[in-house]
């Protein structure tokens, strides 16, 4: 009876690991800004912060009105309490992490932001961004609740999104200026136009999204040629090729899509033995690469 609650237990933590994926991105923004005439004197965008997230909880929408921590993010390239707003909202587990990415002044060398290795759970697959276009009255670059998940439950290797300068609604102005009158009543954030700023009808720069690392839901499970064994395993493993396909090269990651142990072998080698006993009980994805030039993922289990 013992063993059976056991093996219940065992299976309904199989299952929940693999319910709850993550992936690993990459996020640039490279900047369009030159496009839209002369700019002003210290021209940059602040950090570039957010949060990843679940669609219960909003940071900043077109149409809405922006909270104190995305006026002072507009208004100054200040994060602070924008900060206490994700965390709020990851105290509530509506979020998962609070990003901060660098800022950016842009010159003919260097037209980008980069936020390298974001992990995502599949639990907050949405992502919110903005930075303040400074100096400015209160206007911003801005993304909200981008999904990185289809709806097919499945990770998106890559989204590219044209971004437009927004105003924030808080403080009043046209021109490259801060310090001006506070708008009273608060607007609903919306996007600036040639009428009212100094910015074209030209995106004003473009983001993109790049999944980096492997998860759980796209390694290739089938064994083919390559057989490892014993599986379950209490850490020592035996994997065997046939002599056609000797291996190279073994990565082995942990659920969440780390990279724990890896292996390179000079010679080639069909029968290797491995030693795993020193890695915590779990499930492992063992990614095996021939010398045929063929990659292959197998499912382990260490007790």
Do not use: C
Not at 17 to 31: G, L, R
Not at 123 to 137: E, G, H, K, R, T
Not at 171 to 200: D, K, Q, R, V, W
């Amino acid at each position: 009876m013992k063993k059976r609650i056991l093996n219940s237990i065992i299976l309904l933590l199989v299952f929940t690991t693999y319910s709850q994926t993550t992936a690993t991105y990459d996020i640039v923004f490279t900047s369009n800004w030159a496009s839209h005439g002369t700019l002003p004197g210290n021209a940059h965008f602040t950090e570039l912060v957010g949060a990843t997230h679940n669609n219960n909880i909003v940071f900043l929408e077109m149409g809405g009105l922006a909270t104190p921590g995305i006026e002072d993010v507009a208004e100054l390239g200040l994060f602070g309490d924008f900060s206490n707003e994700v965390n709020t909202a990851i105290a509530a587990n509506n979020a998962d992490q609070f990003i901060e990415g660098p800022n950016l002044f842009p010159t003919s060398s260097n037209q980008t932001i980069k936020i390298n290795d974001l992990t995502v759970s599949s639990d907050y697959p949405l992502v919110s961004l903005a930075s303040m276009i400074a100096p400015s009255p209160d206007w911003m670059i801005a993304v909200n609740s981008i999904s990185l998940i289809d709806n097919g439950g499945q990770w998106i290797p890559e989204i590219s999104i044209d971004l437009f300068p927004y105003d924030a609604g808080t403080e009043e102005g046209t021109g490259y200026s801060l310090n001006n009158n506070a708008t009273n009543p608060h607007e609903a954030i919306s996007m600036l136009s040639p009428s009212n700023s100094p910015f074209n009808s030209d995106k004003i720069g473009t983001i993109v999204f790049t999944q980096k690392q492997l998860n759980v839901q796209d390694f290739n499970t089938q064994k083919d040629d390559i057989t490892i064994s014993p599986n379950p395993s209490d850490g020592n493993i035996s994997i065997q090729t046939n002599h056609a396909s000797t291996l190279k090269e073994i990565e082995i990651y942990n659920v969440l899509g780390k990279q724990v142990r890896r292996y390179n072998f000079k010679q080639s080698n069909s029968n290797i033995n491995l030693n795993l006993s020193n890695l915590n009980a779990g499930i492992y994805l063992v990614r095996l690469h021939t010398n045929s030039g063929t990659t292959e993922t197998q499912k382990i289990i260490l007790r």
